[in-house]
């Protein structure tokens, strides 16, 4: 059945004009590294080249402002936005777009995301104690430090930088929670499809990390746009293979590389 889909997809899009269809992002809210996320996305380029006769040529950014410029003059056909950049600039980015959309972040379709605000069990104090406490967030996760911030004002009338004494960025979600398991002094803000997915490898880490506190499934944190000036038949036919459930599965094999 999965070659069968991959068979249609193939037959579906190899019509499309041989033009380039130009994708820009900016790598460290989704890769560890640009190199990571260069060599990442050229073999998802080149899948998508091989597989689906669609030519995208990717763009690694490293300033907000250079992607939106370029998605704004119509350098680019298709980019991907953190939300804490998507946002306060939607009017602009929409007034070019045909089309957006958002990430599924796990196997069961949710766009959303829930954090946990976690600590080592052998800890304690409360987090109002004037103690030595430090707090990790994954580099770049603005979304967690807004709710984290909102937590501790609506708590204790207080941003989070006043309850915690020193904070940390780290690249890899896994870090984080590592960082919690070996010190009673470390919290950290994680999103629960991570966390459940790590304890789930590893049971043990529950056995010395607790969640305090739980957000709402609000928090979005990738979105990706069409723009207005990509022909409507590849648009068409480029928005099926993104949106499409019957193509879920060979979406699944490009992007996991």
Known sequence: ??????ICLFVFL?????????????PNFIFSTPKEARLSLEIWAAEMKKSANLDIKVKIYEEES???SDYKKGKIQIATFPASVYFPNK?????????????????????????????????????????EKNIYFKTSERSAKLWLDYLMLKKYNKKY?????????????????????FKK??????PKVIYDTIVEMNP???RKVEIIAT??????????VVNNNLPIEDYKKLISMILDKEYADLRKEAFEV
């Open 161 to 181: 930088q006043s309850i915690f004494t020193n904070e940390f960025s780290l690249k890899r979600q896994s870090s984080i929670v590592y960082k919690v398991y």
């Open 1 to 6: 059945m999965k070659i069968l889909k991959f």
């Open 14 to 26: 190899v019509d499309l004009n041989a033009k380039d269809i130009n994708y820009g992002l900016l």
């Open 204 to 206: 043990q880490i529950s």
């Open 66 to 68: 250079e992607l939106l």
């Open 91 to 131: 009017k602009s980015i929409l007034k070019d777009t045909r089309q957006l959309y958002t990430f599924a972040l796990d196997n069961n379709n949710n766009k959303f995301i829930q954090y946990y605000l976690i600590k080592n069990k052998k800890s304690k104090m409360k987090l109002n104690d004037l103690k």
């Open 185 to 190: 002094y470390n919290y950290a803000v994680v």
């Open 215 to 224: 957000s709402e499934p609000i928090f979005i944190s990738l979105l990706g």
